[in-house]
């Protein structure tokens, strides 16, 4: 059997300029499709080799299945996309932040964050959120609550910020 017969996403030529572009010590690692002998397919991980071996060169090939790999993936962004459509459609300001360095850098909001806040929400991608909405007089105390937020992984708390309309509770 030739590696175009087993994978189904190779064919001869392609299968060959792979190799071809390949210098002995290269390692590639690609995606295919398996073909088994009932002519079905799964997905795998190819890992390649090229070796030099008594003069001659070699390659050593592993393929691994991935269906359960795939599937996960698939079940985690189908779960994501339900969480997305659902803090997307809330009444209440969402906002998402990366935090590090002392700071608490947005990196999404939701319609309802926008609508409250009169923050368009691509502006506030990347910026600092307690420089954003916090007013600079509470500044210390909202930092204060984003360390304990990240100490005990919550931090439930009334606080005043800078809403569209003024300052809000």
Same mark, same amino acid.
Request: aromatic letters at 4%; hydrophobic letters at 35%.
């Given at each position: 059997?030739? &590696? ?6 190779? @064919? *001869? ?9 390949? !210098? ?8 295919g499709q398996y073909r088994r002998k009932d002519g079905s397919t799964f997905p795998v991980?190819v890992h390649m080799r090229h070796l030099r071996l008594g003069g001659k060169d070699r390659?050593?090939?592993?393929? /691994?299945?991935?269906?359960? *790999?795939?599937? %996960? #993936? ?5 779960? /994501?996309? /339900? ?19 002392? !700071? ?5 909001? =939701? ?7 009169? &923050?368009?929400?691509?502006? %506030?991608?990347? !910026? @600092?959120? =307690?420089?954003?909405?916090?007013? +600079?007089?509470?500044?210390? +105390?909202?930092?204060?609550? @984003?360390?304990? %937020? ?5 931090? &439930?708390?009334? &606080? /005043?910020?800078? %809403?569209?309309?003024?300052? #809000?509770?």
């Open positions: 059997l030739k &590696v175009w017969d087993i994978d189904s996403s190779l @064919d *001869r030529k392609e299968a060959i300029g792979l190799w071809d572009g390949m !210098e002995p010590g290269d390692q590639r690692q690609i995606e991980e390659f050593v090939v592993i393929g /691994r299945d991935i269906t359960e *790999r795939k599937q %996960a #993936r698939q079940e985690l962004k189908t779960e /994501r996309d /339900r969480l997305e459509t659902l803090l997307d459609n809330l009444p209440t300001p969402v906002v998402r932040c990366r935090v590090g360095d002392g !700071e608490a850098r947005i990196t999404g909001t =939701n319609p309802a964050f926008e609508k409250t806040f009169g &923050v368009d929400r691509k502006e %506030a991608e990347g !910026e @600092d959120l =307690n420089v954003l909405l916090v007013p +600079e007089e509470r500044r210390g +105390e909202a930092a204060e609550i @984003d360390r304990r %937020a990240l100490g005990k992984g919550t931090e &439930v708390r009334e &606080v /005043r910020r800078l %809403a569209a309309d003024g300052d #809000r509770d």
